[in-house]
């Protein structure tokens, strides 16, 4: 029995469990250190009273025969995708309605796993530094890779290459560098994708952090992207359900590759691997739509928000070129060290937990990635210590 | 961009979607027939009240910051771990423990995605007539497989091959033939697994139907088995979670092919493209182990007992031959006619909805599958039915 030989393309550790194991072992030798963690983007306000408030009821209906609910349909429940199609497209002006839209359990699994839909001899085109799940998913399959260099430069915006990719990942509001994309910008991607008959994957998991209005929350504000791109989307930093799973994919209906419509094959692989998302989660999100749930949810986000402008401010204090934080839940730092070394000092001498740069790809290599998903008080301690570190 | 080329090689629609076409269009144009379902294995039952109250008080637990839960470890919570090793190994007498147990979403899933971990030139054994799931998941990889008929004569239990597979797929209790396995029988795949360094992928998703003291429940209940098995288990059929999605795979902590750790390659893979399962999903497969909660997940599984009964009397009353129903929630009967004219037959004649043999591969032609998950009431209406037919 032969394993998959592709594995070992893959460093030893996914990076999050990597800086998790260098984290217990500090604890564990330091168990009396109050430890910051602004690594991992996970949330910590408790979910939305209009979400738990959904998610009882349905589990009233759960325990009822009359309206227990066995297998969800493999694209989710039409309640949902309707209430998403009205709120976060058509309520802003863009044409995407429910019969496009797949929920599923995150957009970590959606992101993933799409390589099953593509020729094992497509050459992928991902940024670096990147959330590294496109390039392992990908290199899972031994597809070939292009890497796109993001650099300060530029912004961190990858260039449009003079090199033909058939697949694109771009991730706007970006992870990590927590940049986001004009739609002038995102015109340029569109033309070359339609030019080269290319797929775009589009992940805008970071969508409702956009405060700027020149700034797009999805690819379909540009014209011509739904003949060409898929994007990806989460209820996780939306609506703090990373610990209750649920997201959802945009194929445009008559979006075809190679002959084939891609909403399709995307429904034969979730009937195939895939059982829908339980009747209990679906509900909590469509409460994130209602009028309770908006304000609630409203309120999250800009409890963030005032964290990333908390901690960019301690950052451009002590000097350092910062990007992210203003569109995004997380901020991108240059450090005069190394990545790990920025990462191990900050851990040692100030008690936090980042995120080093180079996790993301060489491209990161001297850069840090901070979150804002904290508690408030927290992160002010964090933005003092920070203030009070000799990077 | 190409696609996947070895979507050409499934069937155009997943066997329950090609049933569920049928069955609308049926359903259409006779809006005042009252149909029975008995096709597609789907629980009725409401949740227990145990599992209920559990997601009450998790939802609790979301709504406030001092307990909320963010993303969960990848292998599921030490919780639910420990209570799965307890109750459905120790208690037991098999050697199974909580760091040998990795909690997900769905048994389709993990047999599905399983397939990541194999090299796509292993040869796969598979059953025939057998779940679609495994056939449909390795033929996506463009992985070789090997068909094992499964035939009356031999009680529907496939024969040890005298053919080299690296890795063998077996479901017991049976899905869709509803047979079980005696420790004896197994042990002759244990045998056939260690002397070829062959890896069984075995699913039990049906265990707790088992009645029949002979009868194993877990493949780890023949010796040697930690050697070459891994084993896939589900709340869905258990506990009636279809409509809420957890199981778990059983990985033995030494369990190693081609010089690697399978569960540690598991373990990669899940991070790479899974985040775990809601916290309140997996509070509830908790409360499936407490002293209320078995008590009453006792009584529904006895509930479909006596519905796989009443439709196996009703079967044999009519001199039909019949396997199943004893050990496990599937009736598999022989039909004079083809499976899909049968399928038809009892649509159009009786209203009833079954599942087609030959959907579940060439030698199940001629069969068809009924489950007994259906409402008390509405089987025995089946079965009535069902004594009236001339087949």
């Not at 990635?369 to 933005?383: P, S, Y």
């Given at each position: 029995m ?7 393309n ?6 999050f469990?990597?800086i ?8 564990e ?6 430890l910051i963690?602004?690594?991992i ?10 979400v738990t ?7 009233e ?6 309206t227990f ?9 039409e309640?949902l ?14 044409d ?12 970590k ?17 991902i ?8 390039n392992?998913?990908n ?11 993001c ?38 991607w ?7 008959g290319s ?19 999805s690819?379909?504000?540009v ?15 939306t ?5 209750l799973?649920?997201?959802y994919t945009?194929?445009?209906?008559d ?9 399709r094959?995307?429904?034969r ?5 895939f ?21 609630q949810i ?23 070129p910062?990007?992210g934080?203003?569109?995004a ?7 005069p ?8 000092k900050?851990?040692?001498e ?18 840090a990635?901070?979150t804002a ?10 933005a003092?210590?920070?203030s009070?570190v000799k990077?």
């Amino acid at each position: 029995m032969k394993i998959n030989e592709n594995f070992n393309n893959l460093k030893q550790n996914y990076l999050f469990a990597e800086i998790a194991n260098r984290v217990r072992a500090y604890a564990e030798k330091n168990p009396e250190r109050e430890l910051i963690r602004l690594g991992i983007g996970d949330v910590t306000l408790p979910l939305a009273p209009a979400v738990t408030d959904a998610l009882r009821a349905a589990a009233e209906e759960m325990g009822r025969k009359e309206t227990f609910r066995g297998y969800a349909d493999y694209e989710g429940y039409e309640f949902l995708r309707a209430a998403i199609a009205a709120n976060d497209y058509k309520a802003r002006g863009i044409d995407v309605g429910e019969t496009e839209i797949y929920v599923s359990d995150g957009a970590k699994s959606d992101t993933a796993n799409f390589t099953d839909l593509l020729s094992a001899d497509n050459l992928a085109a991902i940024c670096d530094p990147v959330y590294p799940v496109y390039n392992d998913a990908n290199l899972l399959d031994g597809r070939p890779i292009r890497l796109m260099p993001c650099v300060a430069e530029k912004g961190f915006l990858p260039e449009i290459p003079d090199w033909r990719a058939d697949v694109v990942y771009l991730c706007f509001p970006n992870n990590p560098t927590g940049v986001a994309a004009t739609a002038d910008y995102l015109r340029g991607w569109v033309d070359y994708a339609v030019r080269n008959g290319s797929l775009i994957l589009y992940d805008s998991a970071y969508e409702a952090f956009v405060r700027e209005p020149g700034c797009v929350r999805s690819i379909y504000e540009v014209e011509g992207a739904k003949e060409c791109a898929v994007e990806f989307r989460s209820f996780s930093k939306t609506a703090g359900f990373t610990g209750l799973r649920c997201a959802y994919t945009v194929i445009p209906k008559d979006l075809s590759f190679d002959g084939q419509n891609i909403g399709r094959l995307w429904l034969r692989r979730q009937a195939t691997k895939f059982n829908g998302v339980a009747y209990i989660v679906q509900k909590a999100a469509e409460a994130v739509y209602s009028e309770a749930g908006r304000a609630q949810i409203k309120e999250n986000i800009d409890y963030y928000a005032g964290n990333a402008d908390e901690l960019k401010a301690a950052l451009s204090g002590l000097g350092l070129p910062v990007w992210g934080g203003v569109n995004a839940p997380y901020i991108w730092f240059k450090s005069p060290l190394p990545s790990w070394d920025t990462f191990d000092k900050l851990l040692n001498e100030a008690g936090l937990v980042v995120t080093p740069g180079a996790g993301f790809g060489s491209c990161g290599e001297g850069y840090a990635r901070l979150t804002a998903f904290g508690d408030k008080e927290m992160t002010a301690k964090a933005a003092s210590r920070l203030s009070a570190v000799k990077l």
